[in-house]
């Protein structure tokens, strides 16, 4: 499945004890990662400016993961994504995504 | 100059009056869309995902518009954009890009 | 359909253009709004209090408004959600809700 | 005193250096949780749908952990409430909310 | 009374229906504009600063207007807060708030 | 430096790699900092309540402390920031934001 962006542990526990909310999150996240234009890999940049800009430290660190892991994504190609949270987001939010990305 | 985001009325004001503030804007601006790895197409429809994800009408109105008028962002693109918006931060901030979008 | 928070003239146009991720959201919004505890009258004051706590004007009026007309809830119902947007939200978010409350 | 959800180590230090501000706390948190319309519960689940929605780990810990220990509020319950949270705020402020409810 | 950010016409409602939130609320606001060290003006330009951080217009307006009226806060005085706002949250907040106060 | 806000490991690699974004980063911050009217002080009053109305735990950290040890900004000036807080961002941010005014 692409964008395994809300995958982990809760995920099991939803699986289990609610399976239609599980099946309609998957079935979700697969119609969201298949758009009509653009590719999944400008798509999951948009996802780490979205997570970065909301200064949500586990969704950027999670996104900015999978991105380098599975999308090849360069530490440059997200320091420009950073750019962009910087303009649009302010200073603090940019401090945490360099910091996270630093870290990976 | 590109990512004209800020610019409008308000601009003008602080070029008059603030003309220090003005000029570190403007470089602000410069640097942030002149990264290293991302062309500037793709930087735009991350701030089109920041703006729409915030649910911050007027911005992403000028983001989208600067995007299709500048750069030939199709529909379909920002479109992609409102996918990955809908699934990180939901329905009433993606429904506001789909009115904005169709609007345009 | 339950729950129709996200239906207005923007569904349509997802509709026509974009009929594989419409049908994911009413699936999701299905499943969201048939839990397996609360009624769904409970998740509607929930969401409510959602859309208040973030200042979301738009998104605040259509659900305040569906639950009045849909499931009868009353105005002071809607202002027992606002007095707990008022403590974790703050005085803002109460008094754009308290306006729009007063409106319908 | 209901809703102690401000209530934690910060309060003593309010209440022995700023009595004025802890006295005006405790009112307001006595009239928003005793409404005309709505019972104790269900504005505790109100309170949980805001605090995950803005992703406020602490908040929505603290919110889950009272509802569950003085309301006896169950799991399933609150999943209901977060499957509002999904719809409403998107996969990774559910995601949290998930994770926090699993960890109780 | 001091700093009537939160008033307009649904205080109006809130006082005539909800007595007890309203007199709970007026305690509150006087509490927290009579503090130990900072002035009433300079608690005034925090509210602001956080008004526009969070890009909430009708708030920013009620915000800034208040200050000018009451307490001759000046229009550099303002733009010198929101020249925070710029680096702490970003351009479109930033704009946001300029664009406000030049209509003032 | 004034305002060494968005200082810390992050801006050195910023420094080494990114040299044109770091420039205008400082040049942004300078300008910021050195407003027409208000002092350095109450500008860092604003950060620090624009940070905590974020629950930004890490920023409002990081504004109290600098505010602390550079301008002598003491406690109960920043409780009086708190109490700003408090009534326009709700309890819960407050809550922290004593949380951590207390730690330091």
């Given at each position: 499945?692409?964008?395994?962006?809300?995958?982990?542990?809760?995920?099991q526990?939803?699986?289990?004890?609610?399976p239609?909310?599980?099946?309609?999150l998957?079935?979700?996240n697969?119609?969201v990662?298949?758009?009509?234009?653009?590719?999944?890999k400008t798509?999951?940049?948009?996802?780490?400016?979205?997570?970065a800009?909301k200064?949500?430290e586990?969704?950027?660190q999670?996104?900015?993961?999978?991105s380098?892991?599975e999308?090849?994504?360069?530490?440059?190609?997200?320091?420009?994504?950073?750019r962009?949270?910087?303009?649009?987001?302010?200073?603090p939010?940019?401090?945490?995504g360099?910091?996270?990305?630093?870290?990976?």
């Open positions: 499945m692409k964008g395994e962006v809300f995958y982990g542990k809760g995920m526990y939803i699986k289990e004890d609610n239609d909310l599980y099946e309609a998957v079935e979700l697969e119609v990662y298949n758009g009509k234009s653009l590719d999944y798509q999951k940049l948009i996802a780490i400016g979205i997570a800009s200064s949500d586990l969704a950027t999670k996104q900015m993961k999978s380098i892991e999308l090849d994504t360069t530490k440059d190609e997200i320091m420009d994504v950073l962009v949270v910087l303009l649009t987001s302010g200073a939010a940019f401090n945490q360099v910091r996270i990305l630093k870290s990976l």
